[in-house]
Nanobody, 123 residues
């Protein structure tokens, strides 16, 4: 398994949660890492990404200012810290890794995907 997401759960609106993505050392050191989310009946949505070479970060408009992506190379893990959660953040969150000429927000540019972790935000 190349990517393993964990940390999802149930949280009240306004609360915080951190999801993690354990990756192989090779992937973390050579590919961009991203988080996407999806709810039934909706298209996959870009959440956040971090570049492998300079740690530049990118966020979807709906999560800017509330979510933070980071990575710990020593632990081979990428994190998504989610604050001020809203019911509309409820989704299965997927971590991904890849590198392509596509926009970093384009899921088609990611070759490796984790299994997803469910985040439920209650109102």
């Amino acid at each position: 398994v190349q990517l393993q997401a964990s940390g999802g759960g149930l949280v009240q609106a306004g609360g915080s949660l951190r999801v993690s993505c354990a990756a192989s050392e090779y992937i973390l050191n050579n590919y961009n890492a991203g988080w996407f989310r999806q709810t039934p009946g909706k298209e996959r949505e870009f959440v956040a990404a971090i570049r492998w070479n300079n740690n530049n970060t990118y966020y979807g408009d709906s999560v800017k200012g509330r979510f933070t992506i980071s990575r710990d190379n020593a632990k081979n893990t990428v994190y998504l810290q989610m604050n001020s959660l809203k019911p509309e953040d409820t989704a299965v969150y997927y971590c991904a890794a890849g590198y392509s000429l596509r926009s970093i927000e384009d899921g088609r540019g990611y070759a490796f995907w984790g299994q997803g972790t469910l985040v439920t935000v209650s109102s």
